[in-house]
T-cell receptor, first 112, second 110 residues
Framework: DGGITQSPKYLFRKEGQNVTLSCEQN?????MYWYRQDPGQGLRLIYY???????QKGDIAEGYSVSREKKESFPLTVTSAQKNPTAFYLC???????????FGSGTQLSVL | EDKVVQSPLSLVVHEGDTVTLNCSYE??????LLWYKQEKKAPTFLFML????IEKKSGRLSSILDKKELSSILNITATQTGDSAIYLC??????????FGTGTRLTIIP
């Protein structure tokens, strides 16, 4: 969606490697989210942040880490502890309690 | 943990048919229910429902929330091949967390 940029579109991870997925937004939104989508499944929440320098674990946070040092940026690191990282990763934001979620175009992560 | 359940998981119909997709939720602090359409990559927003019994419409698509039954339906009339997609239902509750269902994969046959 306009205003949310995820990169890269495709990413390959070697065994034991940490990789970082980028999510940048210029919508001036406070809340940012990371979701994981496996084939044939819905979206599962990994981490979310409602304000700079603060974030909370979602339902499947194990093996992932995030930071929120700037309002515009919410990078997700897939660590070597995540044993099954192959999935489609979506970043999203919203601007307030009555706002819908806006999604980025996603990153497909695969394991080599 | 709050849970969102969608049914059916998949649906195949012919062009021109009408379809009804279902979403049920368990809630302790409900705020709103949202419907999204996902064709390829990013889900696109369809509806946000906060009040029970009020139908929201957009062209051939409509949705309604039943807070008593803790459910919502998404109707698509006169379906077209462009309606083929995964339809996601999500519930937003107290702490602004959005919980998604598994989605319904809709396939429209010409």
């Amino acid at each position: 969606d306009g205003g949310i940029t995820q990169s890269p579109k495709y990413l390959f991870r070697k065994e034991g490697q940490n990789v970082t997925l980028s999510c940048e937004q210029n919508l001036n939104h406070d809340a940012m989210y990371w979701y994981r989508q496996d084939p044939g499944q819905g979206l599962r929440l990994i981490y979310y942040s409602q304000i700079v320098n603060d974030f909370q674990k979602g339902d499947i946070a194990e093996g992932y880490s995030v930071s929120r040092e700037k309002k515009e940026s919410f990078p997700l690191t897939v660590t070597s502890a995540q044993k099954n990282p192959t999935a489609f990763y979506l970043c999203a934001t919203h601007g307030g309690r009555r706002e819908k979620l806006f999604f980025g175009s996603g990153t497909q992560l695969s394991v080599l | 943990e709050d849970k969102v359940v969608q049914s059916p998981l998949s649906l195949v119909v012919h062009e021109g048919d009408t379809v009804t997709l279902n979403c049920s939720y368990e809630v302790t602090n409900f705020r709103s229910l949202l419907w999204y359409k996902q064709e390829k990559k990013a889900p696109t927003f369809l509806f946000m429902l906060t009040s029970s019994g009020i139908e929201k419409k957009s062209g051939r698509l409509s949705s309604i929330l039943d807070k008593k039954e803790l459910s919502s339906i998404l109707n698509i009339t006169a379906t077209q091949t462009g309606d083929s997609a995964i339809y996601l239902c999500a519930e937003k509750f107290g702490n602004e967390k959005l919980t998604f269902g598994t989605g319904t994969r809709l396939t429209i046959i010409p």
